[in-house]
């Protein structure tokens, strides 16, 4: 089990492409970047890959939001079928040549994910969203609909999300507030971001921001946990949230997972039998 863990926490940070987009995405996505956080997600990983094995051979995978692979490339080593989808070409091109040796046993689709998963032909052991919910605007339908195309003891896995602003405290707020503006300050663009914060602040969302448009869970108070659980626990599944800390900086990584921080969040999910 370790040894597996070990070695998907590494293929988590396999991306070696040099384009720009791919090196900002690194940089800020901290679920690929510290070795901690890729180790929780490789246990993950294992756990709900190794549930699927006890019911099938050879588990079959959608990976919604596949991006360059972070999910696609571990669930391909352990020896699953997965089909992958993303709407960005350059990501899924990326993947490709990932993924190439791989040969069958990926299937790629260059599309919105709502069209993948109108195809009820096609049925999963596992539909895993990683870094992904937050970005949806109604992700609650989204994972009701992604829970028609799953197997009879099937599973749903999320990973790196961040939990509802309101519900993780004041200590965790400003810890990992004063975590992520230490380094914002270093990224770029530091007045426009903290004119998009204070404009947020007082609930003034513009429909033509880029910024607004896709990083729903500042304009929206994060990622409804709860009731995210709730949906799975009304529709007869198993939910089990696991919390943690997250954020960019490598500083401040450590420290909020020593003192115990939460701000980020993954669900697990099993389809019970009817």
Known sequence: MDRRINRIAALANVFSYDADATRKYVDGAPHVKHAALRKLYGQLVVQVFDNAKKHTQTPAILDLGAGEGSVTVPFLDLGAKVVAVDISLSQIDALKTKCAHFGDMLEVQCEDINCALKDKNKMYDIVVVNSFLHHVPDYLSMIKEATTVVNPLGQFLSFQDPLRYDSVGKINSLFSNFAYFTWRVFRGDVIGGL????????????????????????TRNGVDQEAIRKLFEEMGWDCSIVSYFSTQGSLFQPIGSMLGMKNTFAIIAQKRLM
């Open 195 to 218: 004119k998009r914060r204070v404009r947020r602040a007082r609930g003034i969302y513009l429909d033509d921001s880029d910024a607004d448009n896709t990083e729903y869970h500042v």
